[in-house]
């Protein structure tokens, strides 16, 4: 009687293994990971220090065990990661319109347009880094060396 039910339960574990390989803290770091890539994938400097921020802040967490802590770090990094490739997710189509709108407008006013559209994108930047920072504002301080 073992031998029928045990295959169905090692195909269960197996499917699940396989399909799950990671735990929590790893699907984060991915999810992280690839929405820094699709917000800074054409400014290699920004990316890099995004991701390192990234990894600096898991370090600092790297300690904890408490799972309750755990699950909401966890949470929050996955909410980061949304917000992140919802807000800040660079958008092609969104550039080749603001360069084509450019090519047709006069000089004097092509200048003031693309002034008004860095302005509009360093406004952007500077609220969802605000966003940003309240959703880490919510997790517990580090442990003793990162005070």
């Not at 490739?85 to 200048?111: F, G």
Request: charged residues 25%; glycine residues 2%.
């Amino acid at each position: 009687m073992t031998s029928i039910t045990s295959p169905s339960l090692m195909e269960t574990v197996q499917r699940s293994v396989s399909t799950s390989g990671w735990n929590p803290q790893q699907k984060c770091f991915r999810n992280l990971m690839k929405s820094l890539r699709d917000a800074y994938f054409h400014d290699r400097s920004k990316l890099f220090w995004a991701r390192h921020r990234v990894l600096v802040e898991f370090y600092k967490y790297s300690k904890v065990e408490d799972h309750a802590t755990i699950e909401l770090l966890v949470g929050l990094g996955n909410e980061i990661a949304t917000f992140v490739s919802q807000y800040m997710k660079m958008d092609v189509e969104r550039i080749v319109k603001h360069n084509q709108k450019m090519l047709s407008l006069p000089v004097d006013k092509a200048k003031r347009y693309r002034a008004d559209y860095y302005l509009h994108e360093r406004q952007h930047e500077s609220w969802c880094k605000q966003k940003i920072k309240a959703i880490m504002n919510r997790r517990p301080p580090p442990p003793y060396p990162f005070f």
